[in-house]
Antibody
Framework: QVQLQESGPGLVKPSQTLSLTCTVS??????????WSWIRQPPGKGLEWIGY???????YYNPSLKNRLTISVDTSKNQFSLKLSSVTAADTAVYYC???????????WGRGTLVAVSS | QSVLTQPPSVSGAPGQRVTISCTGS?????????VHWYQQLPGTVPKLLIY???HRPSGVPDRFSGSKSGTSASLAITGLQADDEADYYC???????????FGTGTKVTVL
């Protein structure tokens, strides 16, 4: 059973960097077969794909966030992380990590973590 | 920033059939990328409802069905039930973005 769990601060000040980690169990992020993504959802709004990586080196970012975004991997801990710099109130959202099912869709989701950007 | 357009809301009485459209473009649905659908009940994590246009994951009732044609896709819910009240999102892949795209979302209300 694949499980994902987001962790990180629930409050970030404007202009600072938002950092989150997704810990994966039941699968290996270095297996090379799956895409590991970050997705967010502002309160009361829709879903927005942030970016993904797959082991083997490729990382893809949403063009609207690309200049502020870094997704990295720690295979020793079976974790991947998100860093979003220069945040504003518009970055307030529930952040999810997710894994695809091999069909370019998201079959496994973390429970999500709410990050508020506020001074 | 969504590139897939859905109606904001649809409603129906219990037992009725409702459909939700998802309109894309030549860089996503029209290119041949599959469309997937998610159900998000209030306060919960999105759940994969339909994958690869028309396939249901294990455990999803056959009251839910999906189809795709050209640059659009549709989700149909038959025998509408009270616990179908939720937000529904379509999702695909976009070649111009080299990434995933979601629909704008549709709220289904059971009257």
């Amino acid at each position: 059973q694949v499980q994902l769990q987001e962790s990180g601060p629930g409050l970030v000040k404007p202009s600072q960097t938002l950092s989150l980690t997704c810990t994966v169990s039941g699968d290996s992020i270095s297996s090379g077969d799956n895409f590991w993504s970050w997705i967010r959802q502002p309160p009361g709004k829709g879903l927005e794909w942030i970016g993904y990586f797959y082991y083997g080196g490729s990382t893809y970012y949403n063009p609207s966030l690309k200049n502020r975004l870094t997704i990295s991997v720690d295979t020793s801990k079976n974790q991947f992380s998100l860093k979003l710099s220069s945040v504003t109130a518009a970055d307030t959202a529930v952040y999810y990590c997710a894994r695809d099912t091999g069909s370019y869709c998201f079959g496994y989701w973390g429970r999500g973590t709410l990050v508020a950007v506020s001074s | 920033q969504s590139v897939l357009t859905q109606p904001p809301s649809v409603s129906g009485a219990p037992g009725q059939r409702v459909t939700i459209s998802c309109t894309g473009s030549s860089s996503n649905i029209g290119t041949g990328y599959d469309v997937h659908w998610y159900q998000q009940l209030p306060g919960t994590v999105p759940k994969l409802l339909i994958y690869a246009n028309s396939h249901r994951p294990s455990g999803v009732p056959d009251r839910f069905s999906g189809s795709k044609s050209g640059t659009s896709a549709s989700l149909a819910i038959t025998g509408l039930q009270a616990d179908d009240e939720a937000d529904y999102y379509c999702q695909s892949y976009d070649s111009s973005l080299s990434g995933y795209v979601f629909g704008t979302g549709t709220k289904v209300t059971v009257l």
